[in-house]
C-alpha cells in the first residue's frame, strides 16, 4: 500500500469521526480534510474521493437526509 492510501484512508477516518462527535458552530473539519487532501495526495481521482468517502462513511452513521 502506498504512502498517499494510507494518507487517503487515515483522512477518511478522521473526517468521518469529525462529523460525529459535537463540535462547536461553524467547525468544519471536512474541509481542512479535503484541503489537506488537495494538497498531499497527488493521485487526483484518491484526493476527490477522500471528502466524498469521509461524508458518506458519516452519513451511514449519522442516518440518511429524509427524501
Do not use: Q
Amino acid at each position: 500500500m502506498l504512502n498517499s492510501e494510507k494518507l487517503a484512508i487515515g483522512l477518511v477516518i478522521a473526517g468521518a469521526l469529525s462529523r460525529l462527535i459535537h463540535l462547536p458552530p461553524n467547525v468544519a473539519a471536512v474541509t481542512g480534510v479535503t484541503l489537506f487532501a488537495g494538497f498531499a495526495i497527488r493521485n487526483l481521482w484518491l484526493a476527490l474521493a477522500v471528502p466524498l468517502a469521509a461524508m458518506a462513511l458519516a452519513d451511514v452513521v449519522l442516518g440518511w437526509y429524509p427524501d
